[in-house]
């Protein structure tokens, strides 16, 4: 397994609050909150976070996350990302690049 830096994790980030907070700028995370390549394994991880103010366990995420997040996907399937901006265009850029390789990718996408 590959250790990442904070200062890495960060980069990973594309999360609208996230950006909107330590940057200071907004662009749509798609429901996409982080994207993660590691190139050894050759896997592509996307993470949809949910903050909830209250734990209540058993409660889960609705199957309109897994809508909002496909918008992201989509883009990246159909190569035709030109309404993505900022951190999620690059990383889509990223992906696309990663998947037109000769090399096999793994692509997870972990809903938490």
Known sequence: MEIITLDEL???M???DFHKYYTNTTCDDCGIDAVLINNEAKTISLFN?????????G???????TLISSKYTNAILQENIG?????????AKKIIACLNSNEVWRNFNYML
């Open 10 to 12: 960060a980069l990973c």
């Open 14 to 16: 594309t999360d609208t």
């Open 83 to 91: 309404a993505l901006r900022g951190k999620p265009r690059e990383w």
């Open 49 to 57: 976070f949910k903050y909830r103010e209250k734990f209540k366990p």
């Open 59 to 65: 409660n889960m995420q609705g199957l309109n996350e």
